[in-house]
């Protein structure tokens, strides 16, 4: 395993999440080792009525994104129209950044997705899959593969490929 660091930064919309959320995503979080290090920053939703500016609240949700994004990070939106990785893609991914010297920020939209300015702003574009997923449970599935991914790098025996 490369002998470097990468902080990842899990940005996004959300602060309130049922308890499994939480329990689920600190399980994999904490499963990380000290070469990479899993970091949630819950941005608040903007409230939703039946009257409200879905494009207004993207634009604004977005922006809470873009701004809470480290200086120098490599950023990756998660998008439906995205790349889908593998989990092999995502342990090569991960090996790269942690020699590349820059952390990482991952941006997640809120239920109805990011503005165009966020996905532009992005170095990549991340499918997780081509099936939808409820929103909490990105989370986990995001912390899970990162630790899975991590288990490759690191020849440990979670990851069985077979």
């Known amino acids: 395993m490369p002998n470097s660091f990468v902080k990842i930064h899990l940005l996004a919309i959300g602060s309130r999440m049922p308890q499994w959320v939480e ?15 899993l970091v949630l920053k819950a941005l608040s939703a903007e409230k939703r009525t039946k009257k409200s500016d ?28 995205g790349q889908q990785w593998s989990t ?3 342990a090569k991914n991960m090996e790269n950044w942690m020699m590349s010297g820059r952390d990482v920020s991952l941006l997640v939209g809120g239920p109805e ?16 899959s081509a099936l939808t ?3 909490p449970l990105v989370r ?13 790098t690191a ?4 990851h069985r490929a077979g």
């Open 113 to 128: 997705g990011m503005s165009k300015t966020c996905r532009d702003r992005a170095d990549y574009l991340w499918s997780l």
């Open 54 to 81: 879905i494009s207004k609240i993207c634009e604004k949700e977005s922006q809470k994104l873009l701004q809470a994004i480290p200086s120098n990070n490599i950023v990756i939106a998660l998008e439906i129209t």
């Open 88 to 90: 092999e893609k995502l």
């Open 133 to 135: 997923y409820p929103h």
């Open 155 to 158: 020849n440990h025996p979670y």
């Open 23 to 37: 329990q689920g995503y600190n399980d994999y979080a904490g499963r990380l080792n000290t070469n990479v290090k």
């Open 140 to 152: 986990v599935i995001l912390a899970e593969q990162l630790y899975r991914a991590w288990a490759i």
